[in-house]
């Protein structure tokens, strides 16, 4: 009995630990419907009649799967998969043709994929991720990134995240800057344009297409922007927790787009220039709150500096009520304000002896609020019992002191 | 190199020199808050913390939100979303 008592050593967590392959753990479901009134296009150079009409709708899903599995050091392996589907309307974008005739819509279409793994025993994690672009016609896109993270004793956790973007820009210019190469056909109730493409139609004087020459093969340039990300998360007691995060981004590059236009004082348009290398530095700041026992505040501030001469601040404020442990209503505001870069200059003020210039009033002076709210429902055995695990929906009002003014409405679903 | 190509892309007007020191200000607050020590939580303290409205990140449905101020805006990043890549045509 001595003996058999001596023989039993002592158990070990792990002794009855068995790795467990990757397994479906959640699906993620983002819808939303974007609508947006504008002028001043930049397209059109900021013009403000009916030409820079800058109005844009937009409706935008995104998948993503998840699959969670612990290999055999018990580190937690999770593989996302995801892809997005945008469809948009822009009333500018017909405006890359000078008669206001090409297509105003496109389909963006963005898959994804990520890696991640976790050793919760140190409190390390390590991950890979690839993502891919393309809107027919504008662009591409290829994204990579990698991040490390670690835990600290005393409830913190650094995280470090490098991303890279590799871009290709269709060099497609507003049609007045492409030569007609066709001669004027016979039929004088016909004339050519030249599409935005690079392509030819043969109009009718009615405005119909007759005929349709496809272009030469679009020339592309590169865009690269690369960042650096540091953040820092802690919590700094029961009831409250807050977060650093610091980006470093540099790009370089074609970094305006060749159908923007710019109308110099004299009257004559261009293409916007703008210079070939940006640096950006912004750093953000979070602290959340639990006020007693049903409302919490989620606070959000960021400081944005760039070699352009952009500086902004944004302040952004969030109310969770919790109306029962599992439906809270969230109403939020956000401020943000800019200054204008140093190329900018509304309709018509470029001279032609400046080397950069931009009309694109998002590098305007401007600020601008966004406010609505959110409804969150999470019950613990889904809703109505089914797999269907949170259900969130959220409205906002966003308006900017040029004139632009839109509202979005997005629903997430979130299966288990 | 990071510092070297931040002096070299700056041209430092008197705006400018006014930011560079927020910039400096933010950089010693996050140092300031990263070696800093806070009351210890023990794990069954958490209940409040790990509240999924606590959670230090945007939330999912705000993605698409993010992606319109990117470009409707003159700054981007450190709040979760892009910081480039794309092309924001529209």
Redesign the interface.
């Known amino acids: 009995m001595m003996v058999q008592a001596f023989s039993q050593g002592p158990a070990t967590d792990s002794s009855g630990y068995k790795p467990k392959k990757l397994k479906l753990d959640e699906i ?1 479901l ?1 819808s ?1 419907y ?1 609508d947006q009134t504008a002028n001043k296009s930049a397209v059109m150079g900021g013009r403000t009649d009916y030409k820079g009409n800058g109005d ?1 709708t ?1 409706f ?1 899903n ?1 998948l993503d799967v998840t699959f969670i599995g612990w290999d055999h050091k018990q580190r937690k392996n999770t593989l996302s998969v995801g892809l997005g589907i945008d469809h ?1 309307t ?1 009333a ?2 017909a405006y890359v043709d000078s008669n206001g005739t090409s297509k105003n819509d ?1 389909t963006r279409i963005y898959p994804t994929l990520s890696w991640s793994r976790e050793n919760e025993l140190k409190g390390t994690s390590f991950g890979l991720g690839a ?1 891919y ?1 393309a ?1 027919n016609n ?2 591409y ?1 290829v ?1 990579l990134n990698a991040s490390v993270s670690k835990k600290n004793k ?3 956790e ?1 995280s470090l995240k490098m ?1 890279g ?1 590799f ?1 290709q ?1 269709k060099m497609i210019y507003p049609t007045e800057f492409i030569p007609v190469t066709k001669t004027p056909p016979a039929d004088t109730t016909l004339h050519y344009i030249t599409t935005a493409s690079g392509g030819s139609e043969l109009v009718s004087s009615t405005g119909t297409v007759v005929s349709k020459t496809r272009g030469p093969e679009i020339p592309s340039r590169p ?1 690269n ?1 690369i ?4 953040s ?8 409250m ?11 370089s590059g074609y970094l305006g ?1 060749p ?1 923007h236009r710019v109308f110099y004082n004299t009257g004559k348009d261009t293409i916007e220039s703008l210079p070939s ?10 602290l ?1 709150y ?1 006020l007693g026992d049903n409302i ?1 505040l ?1 606070s ?1 501030y ?6 352009w ?4 601040h ?1 302040f952004n404020l969030e109310l ?1 009520v ?1 109306i029962t442990p599992f439906f ?1 209503i ?1 109403p939020f505001y956000r401020f ?1 304000i ?2 204008a ?1 140093r190329y900018f200059a509304p309709y018509a003020v470029h001279t032609e002896q400046e080397q950069y210039f931009t009309s694109n009033y ?2 305007a002076a401007f600020n ?1 609020s ?1 406010f609505g709210a ?1 409804v ?1 429902l ?1 019950p613990p055995r889904g809703i109505f019992a089914s797999s269907l695990r949170i259900l ?3 409205y ?1 009002h ?1 308006s ?1 002191t040029t004139d ?1 003014n ?1 509202n ?1 409405i ?3 679903l ?1 299966f288990r | 190199m ?1 510092w070297f ?2 002096q070299k ?3 430092l ?1 008197k ?2 020199m006014k ?1 560079y020191f ?2 400096r200000c ?2 010693t ?2 140092a300031g ?2 070696i ?6 023990k794990e069954y ?2 209940s ?2 790990n ?6 990140s945007s ?7 993010l ?3 990117t ?10 979303g ?9």
């Open positions: 993620n983002v939303s974007y844009v937009d935008a995104g948009h822009a500018s974008q496109g993502y672009s809107e504008y662009y896109s994204g005393s409830n913190g650094f991303v973007y871009d820009i865009r922007t960042t650096g990300s540091l820092f998360t802690q919590i700094i007691n029961q009831r927790q807050g977060s650093v995060e610091l980006d470093m981004v540099y790009q787009l159908f290398q940006r640096f950006k530095l912004p750093i953000g700041f979070r959340n639990f919490i989620r959000y960021r400081f944005y500096a760039d070699s001469g952009l500086v902004s944004t969770p919790k809270s969230s943000y800019q200054t870069a998002a590098l601008s966004l959110g969150r999470a969130e929906l959220r906002g966003y900017q632009l839109a979005i997005s629903l997430n979130v | 990071i190509t931040l892309t700056f041209t007007t705006l400018d930011n927020l910039i933010c950089i607050a996050f808050l990263g800093s020590s806070c009351a210890h939580v303290q958490k409040r913390i509240d999924s409205e606590m959670s230090l939330r999912h449905v705000e993605k698409n939100e992606n319109a101020e470009y409707r805006e003159g700054s981007s990043g450190a709040n979760g892009k910081t480039g890549g794309g092309c924001g045509c529209n």
